[in-house]
C-alpha cells in the first residue's frame, strides 16, 4: 500500500513563510507526478501545484504563482512546497498526492491522482 505522509504545517502570520514536505514510501518515486492540493473549511479541494518525475516540469495555480515553489528530492522520496509571502486566504488543509506518470502534460484536477496523504493544517492568521 502506497503512503504518503505530509509534515511541516502550522500556524504563522501574514507574510511569513512555511515548508510543507511530503514523503512516500512503497512506489517507485521517481516515475511519479507528485502535486499538492488544498481545502479550505467549506470548500472544494483546489489544485495548489505540481511537478513532474524529474522535477523539470512545474504548474502551479495563478493565486500561487512568484509566492510557492514545488521541489522534489528523488533519493530521499520526497515533495517539498515551500510557501512564502503567507495570506490568510492560504490557509486550508494541504494534501499532497501522486500518480504514476502516463502522460507528459502535469495533471491539475484531483481525479486524476491516485494515491492522497491525510494532510497538514496551514493556518495563516492577520
Known amino acids: 500500500q502506497v503512503q504518503l505522509v505530509e509534515s511541516g504545517g502550522g500556524l504563522v502570520q501574514a507574510g511569513g513563510s512555511l515548508r510543507l514536505s511530503c514523503t512516500a514510501s512503497?512506489?517507485?518515486?521517481?516515475?511519479?507526478?507528485m502535486a499538492w492540493f488544498r481545502q479550505a473549511p467549506g470548500k472544494e479541494r483546489e489544485f495548489v501545484a505540481a511537478i513532474g518525475p524529474s522535477g523539470a516540469a512545474t504548474a502551479y495555480r495563478d493565486s500561487v504563482k512568484g509566492r510557492f515553489t514545488i521541489s522534489r528530492d528523488n533519493p530521499r522520496n520526497t515533495v517539498y512546497l515551500q510557501m512564502n509571502s503567507l495570506k490568510p486566504e492560504d490557509t486550508a488543509l494541504y494534501y499532497c498526492?501522486?500518480?504514476?506518470?502516463?502522460?507528459?502534460?502535469?495533471?491539475?484536477?484531483?481525479?486524476?491522482?491516485?494515491?492522497w496523504g491525510q494532510g497538514t493544517q496551514v493556518t495563516v492568521s492577520s
Open positions: 512503497r512506489i517507485t518515486f521517481s516515475r511519479y507526478d
Open positions: 498526492t501522486s500518480r504514476y506518470q502516463l502522460t507528459l502534460v502535469l495533471p491539475t484536477t484531483s481525479p486524476e491522482y491516485s494515491y
